[in-house]
């Protein structure tokens, strides 16, 4: 993984729905894409390194109808609007990822038929998506195109990819595609949408970076909601595992699923699931919106991604104030993770475990050192947590002993270990 990618902390944006584009395809070139630069600054003091955007290029409808990887969607603008983007971006220290949709195109994409993979009715489709025709990934014109794509965009000053619908396409195709962009790209990052199956093993067999944590994400939200904290240590086990070998992507909000605001049962267990996400190992996103506690409910129908991927104001001094305070809950989240970098490869264990109550225990890779300690309590009384001395890094309010955690209630502080003796051993205090 490019070394600094160690430090990534992605603010993720649907440009088509942030900018208000229209549903479908226009032959103008609206300049939308400027849009974004207004948020830039906005990015920077929330603590973000960079953007990870949704779908600019050329298609006919949502953006994932691909009919020119190599043209700017006219909704959004044209080479010198993301030429700007990524000069301003890059001028505040952030980065920009692009998401590359290789798995299938739209049905206008003009190339030679032997490019789409035939079934007994005709062209195959993805998942029954009627306008999403299938790449055939075993004709090497895919593959070169699909390479020639992604230099053409790292060439003009993007960091890396991220990869839609990976899991659909064989692992085998993008090992060689990687091989042949990474030649000319050595530092780029690439990272693949995978929902379901054996994580590291994809990520081993394509030689991707990273893969999207699906499993860690619904264990949170889902615990929260259910008051099974066990889930949780379940799921944040086999996500230790997974940091023997890469670093997944985390999240708790993206474009495909309904919002965490709207998906918790319990508005008060909100800073609950950000406090997982921001002191556990993994590369986390912060959905556009997310951080203003926007609602949205995605629904399986026509249209029914349009209030997960709401338009933005023209600046942030247009956003409604009643967002404020998760606003400024991510940004001290995020200041904690950014003093404590080694969280990105973090090991978590579950101590003082109950359905209710939970000690999530982060620690560096190499040992020793200092420990982060998020205390989730999901019960209607306090909670006393056995651990000993520490230093409060997120407070609860009102409340003077740092083991004690209200009902409903979630605090975050870090214990320091240090030889004992002559011992060789190590304690905490």
């Known amino acids: 993984m490019p070394s600094w990618t160690e430090h990534a902390i992605w603010w993720q944006v649907y440009p088509l729905g942030f900018t208000g584009a229209p549903a479908t395809a226009r032959p103008e070139v609206r300049h939308r894409l400027r849009h974004l630069e207004a948020w830039l600054d906005y990015v920077v003091e929330l ?15 949502h953006g994932y109808d691909t009919v020119d990887h190599f043209r700017i969607d006219p909704r959004l603008g044209d080479d010198a609007d993301f030429d700007s983007l990524v000069a301003e971006a890059r001028r505040r220290g952030l980065r920009i990822i692009l998401d590359g949709v290789f798995n299938h195109v739209g049905r206008s994409f003009q190339a030679d038929e032997r490019w789409f993979r035939r079934g007994s009715e005709g062209y195959e489709v993805f998942e029954g998506h009627q306008g ?9 014109a895919v593959r070169h195109h699909v390479a020639a794509v992604m230099n053409h965009w790292l060439d003009r000053g993007a960091a890396g990819w991220r990869l839609d619908a990976a899991y659909a396409v064989p692992a085998s195709f993008w090992r060689e595609v990687l091989g042949e962009v990474r030649a000319r790209h050595p530092e780029a990052w690439f990272g693949g949408e995978v929902i379901h199956g054996d994580y590291a093993r994809y990520v081993a067999e394509s030689g991707l970076d990273s893969v999207t944590q699906y499993e860690l994400w619904k264990a949170i939200w889902s615990s929260l909601n259910d008051r ?3 889930e949780l240590a379940w799921a944040l086990d086999r996500h230790d595992g997974l940091l ?9 909000g993206n474009h495909d699923v309904t919002r965490i605001a709207t998906r918790l049962e319990d508005p008060r267990h909100l800073g609950h699931a950000l406090a997982v996400l921001f002191t556990v190992g993994g590369l986390p996103s912060v959905y556009y919106g997310d951080e203003q ?12 991604d349009d209030a997960i991927r709401p338009a933005f104001p023209a600046e942030p001094g247009g956003l409604a ?21 080694w969280l990105v490869r973090a090991h978590t264990t579950a101590e003082h475990l109950t359905n209710t109550a939970v000690a999530l225990r982060s620690r560096p890779r190499d040992g020793g050192g200092t420990e982060i300690v998020t205390l989730l309590n999901l019960g209607d009384e306090p909670h006393r947590f056995p651990i000993g001395q520490v230093d409060v890094a997120e407070p609860q309010r009102g409340v003077s002993d740092p083991a004690v955690v209200p009902a409903h209630g979630w605090s975050i502080v870090i214990q320091v270990t240090e030889e004992v003796g002559n011992s060789g051993k190590t304690g905490r205090r």
């Open 321 to 341: 104030p009643d967002g404020t305070d998760v606003y400024r809950l991510h940004q001290r989240l995020i200041g904690l993770r950014r003093r404590h970098p």
């Open 132 to 140: 999403l025709v299938a790449l055939d990934h075993a004709e090497p």
């Open 228 to 230: 099974n904290l066990f």
């Open 244 to 252: 023997d070998t890469f670093v997944p992507l985390t999240f708790v």
């Open 293 to 304: 506690a926007f609602r949205g409910l995605k629904e399986e129908r026509a249209g029914g």
């Open 47 to 61: 603590g973000c390194s960079g953007l990870q955007l949704g779908p600019i290029f050329a298609a006919e409808t």
